[in-house]
């Protein structure tokens, strides 16, 4: 189906001097990239693509690229405005109270408010989270649930949404989220072409974590522990019980438990869940059919089991989640 519009949408990418290159390119590609698909339809762009900052110029990002932006202050009041973050935000933060100012007027005249990564510290510091449910890089989440006591942090997951206001986590999570606003504004089919066209999936469901196990493994630092769960991710499809874990591991369970509770916060059943669920996420996303052959070689005891866990963790079935990655 061919998307219609129904007029162009201003849409703000809020920068200044340190703010992290990629987020920003990273939603204005996606934007971007709507707009060609449109035009390769016939249809005129339905996003007009401005770059703001406190002062206007050219702005040094993180890296060795500076962008060119137009002055806040100046700008026209956007539809859809994005905060990106920075590396060091709480300097950010205090240098450049405008941008806190903007965010707490615009809170209540933009359709769209986002926090990118840590730019979540701006809507923070204006009081637009308060009472909210709100994500940012992992980083730092724990420093925004104590810094800002009001905004309800959910440091897990890759986007929400409370009303106008989005957060989301850091860097290649702003891409997720905004394919998620053009699935939104212009639907699913467009959205899914831009993110073929991107080569990355559409799109990480706002509620999956930012971590893989993988990742957190490699994180662990003791040894023991580290050693079990890379080998726990290479036998997922087999019994992983607790007492063959304490085996594996030659301690008691109630040992086991204990350590592996205190080295990754997490007990070893919790690990277990999570890396079933990646893999059944991969294999899904991978165009992988059977649900019963997916639920055996990751683990599940059965397809309701691993139906209940995707429900808990992801709020989606997996029969809903490989038709997001791969259509109908």
């Known amino acids: 189906m061919t998307p219609t519009c129904s007029g162009t949408r201003r849409v703000h990418i809020v ?26 339809n016939g249809i005129a762009p339905h996003y007009a693509l ?22 806040l202050r100046d700008s026209l009041k956007p539809h859809t405005a994005l905060i990106v973050g920075a590396r060091d935000i709480d ?18 005249q933009v ?14 510091q204006a009081g637009v989270l308060d009472t909210l449910q ?53 639907g699913q089919p467009l959205a899914l072409s831009v993110a073929r066209e991107l080569v990355v999936y559409l799109k990480r469901p706002g509620g999956q974590s930012q971590f893989s196990q993988h990742l957190g493994s490699q994180m662990t630092p003791h040894a023991g522990v580290k050693a079990l769960q890379l080998w726990i991710l290479q036998h997922l499809d087999q019994p992983l019980t607790l007492e063959v874990l304490a085996n594996r591991a030659n301690m008691s369970s109630r040992n086991l438990r204990r350590v592996f509770q205190r080295e990754t916060n997490s007990t070893p059943a919790a690990f277990i869940e999570r890396a ?36 808990r963790h992801l709020g989606v079935t997996p029969k809903a989640y490989k038709v997001q990655y791969n259509g109908p």
Not at 91 to 108: E, F, G, N, S
């Open 15 to 40: 920068i200044y001097p340190g703010f992290k290159a990629l987020e920003a390119i990273g939603a204005l590609t996606v934007f971007n990239y709507a707009n060609a698909q449109l035009a390769a």
């Open 50 to 71: 401005h770059l703001v900052a406190p002062s206007g110029g050219a702005v040094q990002s993180d890296t060795l690229v500076h962008m060119q932006a137009e002055g």
């Open 91 to 108: 300097t950010a933060v205090q240098q450049h109270r405008l941008i806190v100012d903007w965010c707490r007027h615009a809170a209540h």
């Open 111 to 124: 359709e769209r408010l986002v926090g990118v990564c840590s730019g979540a510290f701006f809507l923070a």
């Open 134 to 186: 709100a994500t940012t890089h992992w980083s730092v989440a724990s420093r925004l649930a104590a810094d800002f006591p009001a905004v309800q942090v959910n440091a897990d997951a890759i986007f929400i949404q409370q009303g106008r206001i989005w957060t989301c986590a850091g860097v290649t999570a702003a891409i997720d989220l905004s394919l998620a606003l053009v699935e939104q504004d212009l």
């Open 276 to 311: 079933r669920l990646e893999r059944a996420r991969r294999l899904l996303a991978d165009g992988e059919a059977a649900l019963k052959r997916v639920a055996a070689q990751c683990g599940f005891t059965s397809e309701d089991n691993m139906r209940r866990v995707f429900q």
